[in-house]
C-alpha cells in the first residue's frame, strides 16, 4: 500500500510557496447568482441597471462596483446603500442554488497534497466566506483564507492579495494566484504576484491575458489536468 501524501506545509517560509485563491467563479459558480442579486436590488432600490453590465463589474470592490454602475455620487449616495442591503438579502436567499466548481475540491487537495500553502483570497463578507467554505468542504486543504473585513478596499486592489501573502508567510515572487476576473489579475500584478486565469466567471480568454494573466484555462479541472505544466507547477520545480 502506498504512504500518504503529506499535506504539511513546510514552517520554514523560505521553503513555502503559496497558491492563492479567488473564490466567487473560481472555486464556486457563484457569480450569475451575484449578477442577479444586483440586479434585483438595484430596481428595488428604484434604479434598475442592465445585467451585462452588472456582470462585467462582479469581482469588484463593492464601492466600485457602486461607482461603475451608478451615474456620479449623487446615485450612488441616493441608491448605493440600499442596493448593497438588497444584494447581500437576495444572494443569502439563493445560496442553495450555489455549486462547487467541477475539480475544485481535487485542487486544493492536489495542492495541500504537495505541500503548498492554499489561501482563499476573497473580499467576500465573513458570513458568504463561512457558507463558501462549508459548501466547499476542504478545510484541511486550506492554509489560511482572508474576508472583507481585512481590508477596506477590495480588488482590483492589491490590498487583499498583499493580506493573503502575509497569511501565507510568502513573498510575491513565491505565489501564484487564481482568479476568473479580470479585477482578480489585475489586483494580483498590482502586488507583484502571477495570476493565472480560468473562464469559468464569464470573461473571455484575451479579456483574461489581455488584463496580464500567466495562463488561462477553461476551469480549475483543466488547471488540474495540466498541474504539472502550469505557473505553479513550474514555481513548486
Do not use: F, K, P, S
Given at each position: 500500500m502506498s504512504e500518504p501524501a503529506d499535506t504539511t506545509v513546510p514552517e520554514n517560509s523560505d521553503d513555502r510557496i503559496a497558491v492563492l485563491f479567488d473564490i466567487d467563479g473560481t472555486l464556486v459558480d457563484s457569480n450569475y447568482l451575484h449578477v442577479d442579486a444586483w440586479d434585483r436590488a438595484f430596481a428595488d432600490a428604484g434604479r434598475p441597471v442592465?445585467?451585462?453590465?452588472?456582470?462585467?463589474s462582479i469581482g469588484k470592490d463593492g464601492g466600485e462596483l457602486l461607482e461603475s454602475l451608478l451615474d456620479g455620487s449623487d446615485e450612488v449616495e441616493q441608491y448605493g446603500e440600499r442596493a448593497k442591503e438588497l444584494h447581500s438579502e437576495y444572494y443569502l436567499q439563493n445560496t442553495s442554488r450555489l455549486?462547487?466548481?467541477?475539480?475544485?475540491?481535487?485542487l486544493l487537495g492536489e495542492l495541500a497534497g504537495r505541500g503548498i500553502a492554499v489561501v482563499l483570497a476573497t473580499s467576500a463578507p465573513e458570513n458568504e466566506l463561512e457558507i463558501l467554505r462549508d459548501l466547499l468542504d476542504v478545510d484541511d486543504a486550506i492554509f489560511a483564507a482572508t474576508s472583507s473585513g481585512d481590508v477596506e478596499t477590495a480588488k482590483p486592489e492589491p490590498d487583499i492579495v498583499e493580506v493573503a501573502l502575509d497569511r501565507a508567510g510568502v513573498p510575491a515572487s513565491r505565489a501564484v494566484?487564481?482568479?476568473d476576473a479580470v479585477w482578480d489579475i489585475e489586483a494580483a500584478a498590482r502586488a507583484g504576484v502571477e495570476c493565472i486565469g480560468v473562464r469559468s466567471g464569464g470573461f473571455g480568454e484575451q479579456e483574461l491575458r489581455d488584463a496580464g494573466?500567466?495562463?488561462?484555462?477553461?476551469?480549475?479541472?483543466?488547471?488540474?489536468?495540466?498541474?504539472?505544466?502550469s505557473p505553479i507547477g513550474k514555481l513548486a520545480g
Open positions: 442592465d445585467a451585462w453590465r452588472i456582470h462585467r455549486r462547487v466548481i467541477g475539480g475544485a475540491r481535487e494566484m487564481v482568479g494573466a500567466v495562463a488561462v484555462y477553461g476551469d480549475v479541472a483543466e488547471l488540474l489536468a495540466n498541474l504539472d505544466d
